[in-house]
């Protein structure tokens, strides 16, 4: 694995609402400065208190080496040894005192800092469950999972760790400056020309590891979606041979995340042996000029040694605080694409009211055009009312568009031109909450909860009783495999738990949606993984407990298509018939070369059959003669 000759580049930071394609946006500093001024203000009074009791642990850590200083002049005086006696016992006390005062002030900040992690957290979780599926969908959950995992865990080390230490030395660093400078201005000039390559060395590497830290974040999240997307389709690589071409892609990430880790390595390599060599200076510079000042009795001995002392002193508070600065440029990297979420476009209508409420479940669709990231136009012009209480079945060839309607219907994507109402009021102006008790897809895709059955249900009604539970179990079909689970609905599921094939964890989600009781239910191929007598028999039990509701399903099987009310068939973008079965059959058209291709009817020619997506052959047929129709997708 060879890195590229120059580092990737680095994400471009963008404000609120702006992002490159495809990639969730990065906050910029000055929206970083403003939400961590929010969450110290959400909890002011303890860091204050913090903050107070760091400046008082550090106002007790300067009587040190004022006593040492008493000490060498008071000796020098002749006072003897009797001067160490007296003073000595002061010098521990100050010791013991400094160091329960810094052990209570890292206890308050560790309390601070994890309760500040919490709200990060939780407002992380917030702001994902507010984003529109297509934004995620586009972004890849590899960029989500970077985030939400190393991401908020560096910034809850920040946090904890470099947040109190960082007060606490701050204040050391402060409060021992103004020691020197008011125990001799001339010295204390001296020992401040003295950190003058700390600072260069400080400013040279701020500039840079902002940009470098936000590119290694990057890289990790590419690295992440990759590797996710090849185990996802560990399958489909395999059937297809696509394995060399997922082992190049990987490679490729994996260098350029290389590449982004070795620009943030090379910045510490030089910042920290610059830093190092720095700390002795202003000590040397304090030692000579305060020799060449005591010759001309400017100062006294012990005035340098308690100088040099303080000044010794800055090196274990400024370390600190200088490790921490490059840990903060990591975390607040991490910060920035943390509350880069803040700036993502969201489900439109979130968090305001609509204009009106839906006057009743009508679904009108008018003029629509729509196309995926400025690509080819995949809906062209669609014009189609849905009733309320009616079973509208979607059938067409795959690409025709079928899915892409659904995702409009249920506010996922909006229309490029165009409407889409819900009794009159636009799908884009509902909210999430009230858009999905209005409406709600199913599709093929599913996942099941690391939890109990019960927990897995409840999630579409948290408070519904266990009879509720077995009532929705058994309208799907679902309620003899769960009978017979070890310990019912209290059978653990998900990873290390009981295993579950597609089709239950497919019937799972279906008896969620009933749970969740919506106006209107759009199935996207939801039961294509349940075998036909499963799925017919899935499909009657849903049937039966949504009677009234308004059901649309695009029918992979025309049986569906069969026993609606009416049919849409969709070519090309376009609703090109609509009715019910039996007028579409009688009228000759595409539907009808569907149905008599599905049937093997051999009714209509084999060019009609092929242009309708559909090939011959009887519905089961395994034999030379014949094969099995390819799905109606």
Request: neutral net charge; aromatic residues 4%; contains cysteine.
């Amino acid at each position: 694995m060879t890195a590229p000759a120059h580092p990737a580049p680095a994400p471009r930071e963008s404000g609120a609402g702006e992002r490159e394609a495809g990639r969730l946006p990065v906050a910029g500093a000055a929206e970083v400065r403003r939400a961590a001024v929010r969450l110290v203000r959400a909890d002011g009074r303890a860091f204050g208190a913090v903050l107070a009791l760091n400046a008082v642990t550090a106002l007790v850590g300067l009587a040190g080496p004022w006593l040492v200083g008493r000490m060498v002049d008071e000796v020098r005086a002749g006072a003897g040894t009797g001067a160490v006696d007296r003073l000595a016992p002061w010098l521990l006390l100050t010791a013991l005192v400094e160091m329960l005062l810094s052990r209570w002030a890292r206890y308050l900040g560790h309390r601070f800092g994890e309760r500040t992690l919490a709200r990060i957290r939780e407002q992380f979780v917030d702001r994902v469950l507010a984003l529109p599926a297509s934004v995620v969908e586009r972004a890849g959950t590899g960029d989500l999972t970077a985030r939400g995992t190393a991401d908020v865990t560096a910034v809850g080390t920040a946090l904890r760790d470099a947040g109190p230490q960082l007060l606490i030395s701050s204040a050391q660093v402060l409060f021992l400056f103004g020691a020197v400078l008011l125990l001799n201005p001339l010295l204390g000039v001296c020992g401040l020309l003295g950190t003058v390559g700390i600072g260069c060395a400080l400013r040279w590497y701020l500039r840079r590891a902002r940009t470098a830290y936000l590119a290694e974040g990057a890289a990790n999240s590419d690295v992440a979606e990759i590797l996710a997307a090849t185990a996802e389709g560990a399958r489909t690589v395999d059937l297809l041979g696509l394995g060399r071409r997922r082992i190049s892609a990987s490679r490729e990430a994996l260098a350029t995340s290389r590449a982004a880790r070795l620009r943030t390595l090379f910045l510490r390599s030089v910042f920290f042996p610059a830093v190092d060599f720095s700390y002795v200076v202003p000590v040397a510079v304090v030692l000579t000029a305060g020799g060449v000042l005591h010759r001309h009795g400017l100062v006294s001995v012990g005035e340098v040694v308690a100088a040099a002392l303080y000044l010794r002193q800055l090196t274990e508070p400024l370390d600190t605080i200088l490790t921490h600065v490059e840990q903060l440029q990591s975390s607040g990297a991490s910060f920035a694409r943390v509350e880069g979420l803040a700036g993502a476009p969201r489900t439109e209508g979130a968090g305001r009211a609509p204009a009106a409420e839906p006057a009743d479940d009508r679904i009108d669709v008018r003029g629509v055009r729509f196309s995926y990231d400025r690509g080819e136009e995949v809906l062209h012009g669609v014009d189609l009312t849905v009733r309320p209480g009616e079973r509208l079945a979607v059938v067409g060839p795959s690409g025709a568009g079928k899915s892409t309607l659904c995702r409009l219907l249920a506010g996922i994507d909006a229309p490029s031109e165009g409407t889409v109402t819900v009794g009159g009021v636009p799908v884009s102006s509902l909210g999430p909450e009230r858009l999905r008790r209005q409406v709600v897809l199913v599709t093929q895709e599913h996942h099941v909860f690391l939890g109990t059955v019960r927990d897995n249900l409840r999630i579409a009604e948290p408070s519904a009783p266990d009879g509720e539970l077995w009532r929705a179990l058994t309208a799907v079909g679902a309620d003899g495999w769960v009978a017979a689970l070890p310990g019912g609905l209290d059978c653990l599921l998900g990873s290390g738990g009981q295993a579950t094939d597609g089709s239950q964890a497919q019937q799972l989600a279906l008896a969620r949606v009933v749970l969740a009781d919506p106006h209107t239910l759009i199935l996207d191929e939801a039961t294509a993984l349940l075998d036909p007598a499963s799925a017919r028999s899935t499909e009657r039990a849903l049937a039966a407990v949504l009677s009234g509701r308004t059901v649309l399903a695009i029918a992979h099987r025309l049986h569906t298509a069969h026993d609606a009310d009416r049919v849409a068939v969709m070519e090309e973008g376009r609703v090109t018939e609509l009715g019910t079965h039996e007028s579409l059959v009688a009228a000759g058209g595409t539907y009808a070369a569907l149905w008599h291709s599905w049937h093997g009817e051999g009714k209509v020619s084999a060019t009609g059959a092929e242009s309708a997506g559909v090939t011959g052959g009887a519905p089961g047929a395994g034999t030379a003669g014949g094969s099995r129709p390819g799905p109606v997708d």
